[in-house]
């Protein structure tokens, strides 16, 4: 059972982050290794069809005593740096922090140091004495702790997804002790929320960029191409194909397998 839905009394319900439990949850790992994907409502018709078509993810759940509830997922990823940067390319050659593994691979692929910090002051403080020179951070961590304050320019783009997916969820044993009317109450509230989630995610960006702006941060938003340039120039296949062997040796059952189901989904919600 994963921490983040404990027995104790009183907290039956809790999000689990998968990133957090890579442990307990090794294929999870999975989405944030995409630098590209669906947007807004699209998300939710990825996350729902991963879960429909491949067992494994269902299993990992069942495995840790978890019932998903419901689907939360991230905003855009964001790249807030200290200098003025044109484009992508602009990474290459600077001192970049992301807390993602992935991330980390998809800087150093870019031509960036990548830097693993703790997030706190010191990450202000590196910033403003330019021994850093960006965070790749989802737009609404940047936003809502404000690094624009100190590394105000910001590129961002709706394709740029952060692959995270934040899952309400129960313990089994709860779910089970549930009567069947409330357990179908519970899925239809869920659904209800769905209908209203992409747009309400993406008028929050669009009002999240527009706040920066405000603040005085300097945001372009990116095109679909650029962010597709930077996908294929970070070769972000041979990190998922590096991962999934490593994952493998560590005796995580179908990690190849399923990297390459996701990939296809991936693959059928881009044409």
Same mark, same amino acid.
């Given at each position: 059972m994963l921490g983040a839905v404990s027995?104790? *009394? %009183?907290?039956?319900?809790?999000?689990?982050?998968? *990133?957090?439990?890579? #442990?307990?949850?090794?294929?999870h790992q999975i989405f944030k290794g995409f630098p590209t994907g669906p947007? %807004?409502? @699209?998300?939710?018709?990825?996350f729902e #069809?991963?879960?429909?078509?491949?067992?494994?993810?269902?299993?990992?759940l069942e495995k840790n005593d978890i019932v998903q509830?419901?689907? %939360?997922? %991230?905003?855009?990823?964001?790249?807030?740096?200290?200098?003025p940067m044109a484009g992508l390319d602009g990474l290459e050659g600077g001192k970049w922090r992301s807390a993602s593994f992935w991330h980390l691979d998809f800087l150093r692929n870019s031509g960036a140091t990548p830097v693993r910090?703790? $997030?706190g002051p010191e990450i202000y403080e590196a910033l403003k004495a330019r021994t850093l020179d960006g965070l790749m951070v989802n737009?609404?961590?940047?936003?809502?702790?404000?690094?624009? =304050?100190?590394?105000?320019?910001?590129l961002v783009s709706k394709d740029l997804w952060l692959g995270h997916v934040y899952i309400l969820a129960m313990n089994r044993r709860v779910w089970d002790g549930l009567a069947e009317e409330d357990r179908q109450a519970i899925r239809r509230a869920g659904q209800a929320s769905y209908a209203a989630l992409g747009k309400v995610m993406d008028e929050s960006f669009n009002r999240q960029v527009e706040d920066l702006r405000k603040a005085g941060a300097t945001v372009r938003v990116l095109d679909v191409e650029e962010a597709k340039r930077w996908e294929a120039a970070i @070769?972000? @296949? =041979?990190?998922?194909?590096? $991962?999934? #062997?490593e994952q493998t040796g560590q005796g995580v059952a179908n990690a190849e397998a399923t990297l390459a189901a996701v990939t296809s989904i991936m693959d059928d919600m881009a044409g």
């Open positions: 027995k104790a *009394e %009183g907290t039956d319900m809790a999000t689990v982050v998968p *990133e957090y439990t890579a #442990k307990e949850m090794p294929l947007t %807004g409502g @699209r998300q939710l018709e990825f #069809k991963v879960y429909a078509d491949i067992p494994a993810f269902p299993a990992e509830l419901f689907f %939360g997922t %991230g905003y855009p990823v964001a790249f807030f740096s200290t200098e910090m703790h $997030w737009v609404d961590s940047g936003y809502m702790l404000n690094v624009h =304050d100190a590394a105000p320019h910001v @070769r972000y @296949r =041979d990190i998922q194909s590096n $991962w999934a #062997k």
